[in-house]
T-cell receptor, first 110, second 114 residues
Framework: TQLLEQSPQFLSIQEGENLTVYCNSSSVFSSLQWYRQEPGEGPVLLVTVVTGGEVKKLKRLTFQFGDARKDSSLHITAAQTGDTGLYLCAGAIAGNMLTFGGGTRLMVKP | GAVVSQHPSRVICKSGTSVKIECRSLDFQATTMFWYRQFPKQSLMLMATSNEGSKATYEQGVEKDKFLINHASLTLSTLTVTSAHPEDSSFYIC??????????FGSGTRLTVV
């Protein structure tokens, strides 16, 4: 059982559609991060959320941290083909150690 | 920004040989680095935490004698896959943290054991 449950696992949408990816846990995290990974490369940090209820925006991406710091969501508005990739949430509990969700593989079709 | 360099990006080796993967923090000192393994279409699984000047901490199920980790300096950690077998073929990724909330990942190493 993964500490961080990420859903959906796969998502295939048309360009221009909106989508939301969820990351849920029964544990409280000191911070939660979202990454995007391209095939054959390492994950690239998109955002870090620290405060319960925090909302951060990165162009068409909106990240939210749950009030209890146990869950988070990533919302993409008007998806583009360039958004295709593997999205990973990761939570920090003890020290600097991260635990990753199972990932969401997003395919945006033209 | 923080840069982590991982080398090599790809390696093919014969069964029974050993392979060393390097992870360097280029513009900051990292007392702690992390090594992950990623299977195709799956998420990252933490293998071990590399601590500068002391022994690495391995996750449950990871053989410490097979995956040797050395963190001899504040900017370099190495992972050596010893006596590699085809089942060790995978994508290995390292990361280092500059701050409590900032993690930078290397570009990964694709290991293929034939």
């Amino acid at each position: 059982t993964q500490l961080l449950e990420q859903s959906p696992q796969f998502l295939s949408i048309q360009e221009g559609e909106n989508l939301t990816v969820y990351c849920n846990s029964s544990s409280v995290f000191s911070s939660l991060q979202w990454y995007r990974q391209e095939p054959g490369e390492g994950p690239v940090l998109l955002v870090t959320v620290v405060t319960g209820g925090e909302v951060k925006k990165l162009k068409r991406l909106t990240f939210q941290f749950g009030d209890a710091r146990k869950d988070s969501s990533l919302h993409i508005t008007a998806a583009q083909t360039g958004d295709t990739g593997l999205y990973l949430c990761a939570g920090a509990i003890a020290g600097n150690m991260l635990t990753f969700g199972g990932g969401t593989r997003l395919m945006v079709k033209p | 920004g923080a840069v982590v360099s991982q080398h090599p990006s790809r390696v093919i080796c014969k069964s029974g040989t050993s392979v060393k993967i390097e992870c360097r923090s280029l513009d900051f000192q990292a007392t702690t680095m992390f090594w992950y393994r990623q299977f195709p279409k799956q998420s990252l699984m933490l293998m071990a935490t590399s601590n500068e000047g002391s022994k690495a901490t391995y996750e449950q199920g990871v053989e410490k004698d097979k995956f040797l980790i050395n963190h001899a300096s504040l900017t370099l950690s190495t992972l050596t896959v010893t006596s590699a077998h085809p089942e060790d073929s995978s994508f290995y990724i390292c990361s280092a943290s500059r701050t409590a909330n900032g993690y930078t990942f290397g570009s990964g190493t694709r290991l293929t054991v034939v």
